[in-house]
């Protein structure tokens, strides 16, 4: 039984995947949008030894974690800062992911590689729209914030985050903006520990399901948890503006590879 592909050589997907997954640890600690790094050879590995899509969707989220729990490391000084006030947020965030891993688990293979191309594309829109349409949403809010509201809507969001997780934190970031929440601390705050969150619990979930390729993920988890860290320590040293250019581009490209596989 093969590995990999055929059309792919061992050594390079090997190589692929160790690079997708460090800089997808370095994206989701700064821009978001890791996924579009570390899914597609992912997908193209579990596919040529008969795992499922739904199963590297797991593994994806699983091995993606510790890149998120080594943001909040980086962000402890504002995670502090604003300490139990987050509380109601982490919990609906749990609460959502859970139920987004739940629908995962019950979407059949097939279904979810038919998805697949089409949530690949919702995330690279929800990603070049979520700056404008934040600061937009900003101004709506005329100073006012709705905390009622911000709870509610990263239920709704981490549901999506549970199923997916590529562009949530997109998601959440137009989400404070209506919200009214504009101080950047807070928003890295609540960034790093909904996501740490939202995706913390579909793991442990995907992992007492057994839909866990290992082999995979555990070189996965390693990568992007040094890459999360080290994107969360030099973040300010780094052009968001080009960062976010970078990310909408292989965003849609990896829409546009998951396309023409059909």
């Known amino acids: 039984m093969l590995l990999f592909d055929a059309q792919v050589p061992h050594g390079t997907l090997t190589a692929w995947l160790s690079f997708g997954s460090f800089f997808a640890g370095v994206l989701n600690s700064i821009a978001g949008g890791g996924s579009f790094l570390s899914l597609p050879p992912l997908i193209t590995g579990t596919a040529a030894i008969g795992v499922g899509a739904v199963t590297a969707q797991a593994t994806n989220t699983v ?56 949530l690949l594309l919702f995330a690279a829109v929800m990603f070049v729209l979520s700056f404008p349409l934040g600061r937009w949403l900003a101004t709506l809010s005329e100073g006012r914030r709705y905390n009622t509201g911000l709870i509610f809507g990263m239920l709704v ?100 590879y998951f396309f023409v596989l059909g």
């Open 63 to 118: 091995a993606l974690w510790p890149g998120q729990l080594t943001s909040m490391i980086a962000f402890r000084e504002q995670l502090r800062r604003f300490g139990w006030s987050l509380l109601p947020l982490a919990i609906a965030s749990g609460v959502g992911g859970e139920i987004g891993a739940w629908l995962l688990l019950r979407t059949g293979n097939h279904r979810f590689r038919q998805m697949l191309p089409w």
């Open 157 to 256: 969001v981490s549901i999506y985050v549970g199923y997916f997780a590529a562009g949530g934190g997109f998601l959440v970031m137009a989400l404070l903006g209506i919200c009214g929440v504009h101080d950047i601390h807070e928003m890295n705050a609540i960034k790093v520990l909904t996501a740490a969150v939202s995706i913390g619990i579909p793991a442990i979930t995907f992992m007492l399901a057994g839909k866990v390729y290992w082999p995979f993920c555990l070189l996965m988890a390693v990568l992007a948890g040094a890459g999360g860290y080290l994107g969360a320590h030099f973040s300010c040293r780094i052009n968001q503006r080009a960062m976010r250019r970078a990310v909408a581009l292989i965003g849609f490209a990896t829409a546009g």
